[in-house]
């Protein structure tokens, strides 16, 4: 349920109704006292990027050889990159490399189509 309230909260931003959607987010944080103060958390850590788009923050994290991309309703895909073999896999840091440039495009995609750029994301 508060997943579809943040929906509609998010909704309600992008129609110009702030007013609207305060009442809202005040609901979402009384029903969950300490949302306002929750960092997400994947792979035991807190998300490596953070991306404000109009539909609401997205979250990254990059392990190994997956990235995992949490959407503003709590919805959350990983994706394997396929770097290096099973027995030895090859690493990667979004942040130092051309993967964090496209999951920031995915992720600019999503937020606004709904859908991802490849089939590659898988909803976990």
């Known amino acids: 349920m508060i997943k579809e ?3 509609l909260a998010n909704h309600l931003d992008s129609k110009g109704l702030a007013k609207e959607a305060d009442y809202l987010d005040g609901i ?4 969950k006292p300490n949302a306002s103060h929750e960092t997400p958390k994947a792979f035991g850590k807190a998300p490596d990027e953070s991306h ?3 539909s609401g923050k997205y979250h990254a994290w990059y392990y190994d050889t997956y990235t995992m991309i949490e959407t503003p309703n709590g919805d959350r895909y990983n994706k394997g990159w396929g770097l290096g073999t099973a027995s030895n896999p090859i690493s ?3 942040l130092e490399s051309n993967i964090g440039t496209e999951v920031y495009d995915a992720i600019m995609m999503h937020q606004k189509s709904g859908s991802w750029p490849d089939p590659g994301y898988t909803k976990v």
């Not at 979402?28 to 029903?31: D, K, L, S, T």
């Open 5 to 7: 309230l943040v929906k």
């Open 28 to 31: 979402i944080r009384r029903a």
């Open 52 to 54: 404000e788009t109009n």
């Open 92 to 94: 990667h840091s979004g």
